[in-house]
C-alpha cells in the first residue's frame, strides 16, 4: 500500500531533550515536506525536500532541522525542543513539486504524530 | 504573499442538509486549488481539486468550481451525512519559489443525525 509512515504518533517529552520524528515514504517520491498543524493558523510548512540532499527553510523553521541521505526518508529534528513545539506534525510527500503544482499529483500525508513539549 | 482564507467554524448541520464552506484566495499566478479533508485522529486526504479557472472539481458528492474572476474555490454538498464531519482545508499550490501548498486554517463541519 501506497503510503507516508510517521513515527511516533504520540510523544510528550521535557524541554531541551532532543528528539526525532521519522517519516518515510513507499511511493518513490522526491518531493517531501513537514507541516505543523496548530489551531486557528492551519497547516504552515516547516521544511521541505526536493529530492535526496536538497532541503529548504519552510515558513517555520526555527527549532528544527531536516535531512534527507535517503530518498525515501526524511527526519524531522528538534535539538531542543521548547513548549511553543508542542503541534501536530505532518510529513507529507508528492511525486515532484512540478507536478504538484499542476495538480498532475497531490500531496500525500502521514497520519500525524502529536508533540507535547513540557 | 499568496493566500488562502475559510470562513470559520465550527459548521453545524443536521444530516441531508445543504453544505457551503466558503474558501477565496490571493494568488500571483494561476495556482492550482484543493480541498483536503481530516478525519479525527488522522491525516489530510485529498477530496477534489482544480487545475484552471472554471474547472469544477468533485468527489463523494462534494463540488467546488475553481472561480477565477472571484478568487474563490466554495465546497458544496446537497446532501450532508454523519460520516462527513470532519475538518476541511481549502489548499493553493505556490507557483512562485514557495514550493509548498498554502492551507486555509481549516473549517469544521458538525453533522448532527
Known amino acids: 500500500e501506497a503510503q507516508v509512515t510517521q513515527n511516533p504518533r504520540y510523544l510528550i517529552t521535557v524541554t531541551g531533550k532532543k528528539l526525532t520524528v521519522t517519516c518515510s515514504q513507499n511511493m518513490n517520491h522526491e518531493y517531501m515536506s513537514w507541516y505543523r498543524q496548530d489551531p486557528g493558523l492551519g497547516l504552515r510548512q516547516i521544511y521541505y525536500?526536493?529530492?535526496?540532499?536538497?532541503?529548504d527553510k519552510g515558513d517555520v523553521p526555527e527549532g528544527y532541522k531536516v535531512s534527507r541521505k535517503e530518498k525515501r526518508n526524511f527526519p524531522l529534528i528538534l535539538e531542543s525542543p521548547s513548549p511553543n513545539q508542542t503541534s501536530l506534525y505532518f510529513c507529507?510527500?508528492?511525486?515532484?513539486?512540478?507536478?504538484?503544482?499542476?495538480?498532475?499529483?497531490?500531496?500525500?500525508f502521514g497520519a500525524g504524530s502529536r508533540l507535547t513539549v513540557l | 504573499g499568496d493566500s488562502v482564507t475559510q470562513m470559520e467554524g465550527p459548521v453545524t448541520l443536521s444530516e441531508e442538509a445543504f453544505l457551503t464552506i466558503n474558501c477565496t484566495y490571493t494568488?500571483?499566478?494561476?495556482?492550482?486549488l484543493f480541498w483536503y479533508v481530516q478525519y479525527p485522529g488522522e491525516g489530510l486526504q485529498l477530496l477534489l481539486k482544480a487545475t484552471k479557472a472554471d474547472d469544477k472539481g468533485s468527489n463523494k458528492g462534494f463540488e467546488a468550481t475553481y472561480r477565477k474572476e472571484t478568487t474563490s474555490f466554495h465546497l458544496e454538498k446537497g446532501s450532508v451525512q454523519v460520516s462527513d464531519s470532519a475538518v476541511y482545508f481549502c489548499a493553493l499550490s505556490a507557483v512562485d519559489s514557495s514550493y509548498k501548498l498554502i492551507f486555509g486554517s481549516g473549517t469544521r463541519l458538525l453533522v448532527r443525525p
Open positions: 507529507a510527500s508528492s511525486l515532484s513539486m512540478a507536478a504538484l503544482d499542476s495538480g498532475a499529483n497531490v500531496l500525500t
Open positions: 525536500s526536493m529530492n535526496v540532499e536538497v532541503t
Open positions: 494568488a500571483t499566478g494561476y495556482p492550482s
